[in-house]
C-alpha cells in the first residue's frame, strides 16, 4: 500500500497533532508497506534507535530449513495501487523474516513496553477466505523452550498467542464470537494489541474489538525471553522449522508496535485508508454495467458514477485494475459476498474487456 495523503488540507493541522501523539505509534517497530518489496521502512523514532526490521525473503516450502527463496507476486493493494500487496497461494507460499523478526527481542529490556513479545501491537490488511484449515498471518515456535508467537485464524478462530519460554509465561486470547466477517474475499484490517503489565488483550476487525482478554497475564518483563530459533513466518506458522497453515490472499501494510495501541488508535489507523469501490452504477454488484461505466467515462471522467474507483478525480487504467480485481462482487455493506464468476464468464469477460478497449485505441487513434 502506498503511503498517500488521504485528509483535506483542512485538517492538516489536527492530523499534525495526532501523529505527533504518542498513541499513534511512537514505538513502531516494523512496518512492511509490499510496495513491490519485501522491506521494512526505517524506525527512527526510538530512542535509541533499533533502525529498520529486517528484509523479508520469500520463500515455497513447509520446511524452513528447505524451502526455496522465489519471487514475490504483488497485487492491487488496499487502496487501489497496483503492485503493492503480497500475494501468497496458501500452499506453500510465506515470508521469511528471520530469527530477527518483530516481535521478538527487539526493544532494550530497559524500555517500559518491553522487552520484545511482552507487550505489543501487529496488524494487516488481508484479503482471503478461508475454510476449516488453519491459516496465520504470523507465527514461530521454539523448539528447545516454550517460546512462540501466533496471530491468525486457528481453523474455527482467530487466536493470538504470545509465550515466553517457560510453560507458565504466556498471554493468549481467541474470538469466542468466530466472526468471519474479515474472511468474505473483501479487504478487513485485523489487529490484536496486547499489554502484559495490564493484563489485557484484545482483537480488532475493521477498528472495531470483537474479543477481548482481562486477567492475570503470566508473560511479564521479567519473563525469560529467548531468541526466535527459527525464523519468523509472514503467511504462515513456523512451528520448530516446519511451516503450517499457510495463508491464502492478499496482505498489505503489516505493523508491529512495541506498545498496545488503544482502540481509537486502531481505528485511526484503519480509518484513513479509503477503499476503491468498482460498483459505478451502484446496484452493490460490480458487473459488465460498471465496466460500461468506466469505458464512458475513460480518460474524461472524474466521478465514481462516471468509472473513478479509488477516489482520484481520474478515469484511468487503474480504475480498470480496480474493476477487474472486484469483478462479480457484491458490494453490499451488510453483507460484502464475494461472488466468483463463473469459469466459462472470466474469458468472455476479457474478450468483451479487450475488444472494448481496441476500439477505444481505433477511435483515439482516428481523432488524433
Do not use: K
Not at 474524461?300 to 484511468?316: K, L, M, Y
Amino acid at each position: 500500500m502506498q503511503r498517500r495523503t488521504l485528509l483535506p488540507l483542512a485538517a492538516a493541522g489536527a492530523c499534525v497533532l495526532l501523529l505527533a501523539a504518542p498513541v499513534a505509534g511512537q514505538t513502531l517497530i516494523a512496518h512492511y508497506n509490499f510496495d513491490g518489496n519485501l522491506e521494512s521502512e526505517p524506525i527512527n523514532i526510538l530512542s535509541p534507535p533499533i533502525g529498520a526490521a529486517p528484509t523479508g525473503t520469500f520463500r515455497e516450502g513447509a520446511d524452513a530449513a528447505t524451502a526455496t527463496a522465489g519471487s514475490a507476486a504483488f497485487v492491487l493493494g488496499v487502496d487501489g495501487t497496483p503492485g503493492s500487496a503480497i500475494l501468497l497461494d496458501g500452499v506453500d507460499d510465506w515470508i521469511d523474516l528471520t530469527t530477527d523478526g518483530r516481535p521478538g527481542l527487539t526493544t532494550p529490556q530497559s524500555f517500559n513496553f518491553g522487552p520484545g513479545i511482552v507487550s505489543g501491537t501487529v496488524m494487516a490488511w488481508v484479503r482471503t477466505t478461508v475454510g476449516v484449515e488453519p491459516t496465520w498471518l504470523l507465527g514461530t515456535d521454539n523448539a528447545v523452550d516454550e517460546r512462540a508467537f501466533r496471530f491468525g485464524f486457528n481453523g474455527s478462530e482467530l487466536e493470538f498467542l504470545a509465550h515466553g519460554d517457560q510453560t507458565d509465561e504466556s498471554i493468549g486470547l481467541s474470538d469466542p464470537t468466530a466472526n468471519m466477517a474479515w474472511a468474505d474475499g473483501g479487504w478487513h484490517h485485523v489487529a490484536v494489541a496486547w499489554d502484559g503489565f495490564g493484563d489485557t488483550a484484545m482483537i480488532y476487525v475493521d477498528g472495531g474489538d470483537v474479543a477481548s482478554f482481562s486477567d492475570t497475564s503470566t508473560l511479564t518483563s521479567d519473563s525469560n525471553l529467548t531468541g526466535w530459533e527459527f525464523p519468523l513466518a509472514l503467511g504462515a506458522r513456523d512451528v520448530g522449522g516446519a511451516l503450517e497453515g499457510f495463508f491464502q490472499g492478499a496482505i498489505d501494510d503489516l505493523r508491529v508496535y512495541a506498545d498496545p495501541l488503544s482502540q481509537g488508535a486502531i481505528n485511526q489507523i484503519y480509518s484513513a485508508v479509503t477503499i476503491p469501490d468498482a460498483d459505478f452504477d451502484g446496484d452493490d454488484l460490480v458487473n459488465g454495467n460498471d465496466f460500461l461505466a468506466w469505458q464512458r467515462g475513460y480518460g474524461v471522467g472524474t466521478t465514481a458514477s462516471e468509472g473513478d474507483a479509488n477516489d482520484d478525480a481520474a478515469v484511468d487504467g487503474t480504475d480498470l485494475l480496480v474493476w477487474q480485481d472486484q469483478f462479480g462482487q457484491d458490494r453490499t455493506p451488510a453483507v460484502a459476498v464475494t461472488a466468483v464468476p463463473e469459469p466459462s464468464a472470466a474469458p468472455l469477460v476479457s474478450i468483451a474487456i479487450l475488444s472494448l478497449l481496441a476500439a477505444h485505441w481505433r477511435r483515439d487513434r482516428v481523432l488524433g
